[in-house]
């Protein structure tokens, strides 16, 4: 049982500090050489993989099996075996659990529509009205779309959902979710949800490296670290650039080119919220951690044997 007090050792702050010292400006541009080298390798041969094959997207009957294998798959990895599990599903309008962005849809739908009855669905009848209400409808179906592609877990609502993926792409993105699942089940890291979305996202970002990797290794099959390696050089990058601008130094130009770049959705946190995305700063630490102590921290963390 993980105590308490190891949990109060754990806050954003802190794992902030530590990550924003001198000395990690080069131990991160270490890890993100060696990332980079593995995303450019993986991204030729995804290209390569495009060219000649068709991606299986997995199926709504197919998503429970997957499910579970993932499942099963991480609880090896962290030591424990649960028996209660989330709701895990794909992500519709019809039971999106967040019921503003749900019913905003809903509406801006309903009154696009009747918009375009009252225009007698002709621009020429009622010009404003025709326009306004595409407008809407175009509103609507933007929304939509978002939810369709999000995947998130609901921590209240103890459920994972996703969006429709290929095999490869889902093992991984169904295990950061569930990490978040195992989290959720000790009650004093339950609480981190609060004030340290760093570890919650940098924890989850390890428990999903180790299952794409496994899978990479069992099926031999790199395809399995594509959206991973991806994410972890995207992540490496941006935290790199970030350690760079607070100790004044210039970024090795060599080492960030071509990486990928800060997303739409981190850029809108950023500006929201205030701050950086937790995944970007959660997955620098944990990486630079794993870097020295192995991939046994993330079990380690959960029973609170883990010093940061
Ligand atoms: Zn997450």
Redesign the pocket.
Known sequence: MISPKYVNTITDEKLEEKLFQRENVSALEDLLNSTRKEYQVLREAQRRRKRVSSRKVTRQDELESVFNEVKECVDEYLGFHFKDRPICSFSKLRDYPDPVARKTTRSFYATGTSGLLVSGIDFTINPLVFSASIVVLGIAAYNHLAIRRSRR?YCDLDKIIVRKDEYQTMLPVLA??YA?AVQRRFPPLRSLWNFCQNF??GH?RGVQRHVAKSYWEREDNPGFMDFTVREDTRELHLAYRLLCDRFSQQPHKTLVKGLPKETLGQRLYRRTKGKVDPHILGNAIMLLHEAQHGAGIYRDMLHGHYAF
């Open positions: 877990y950061h979710e978040h919650i996202e989850a």
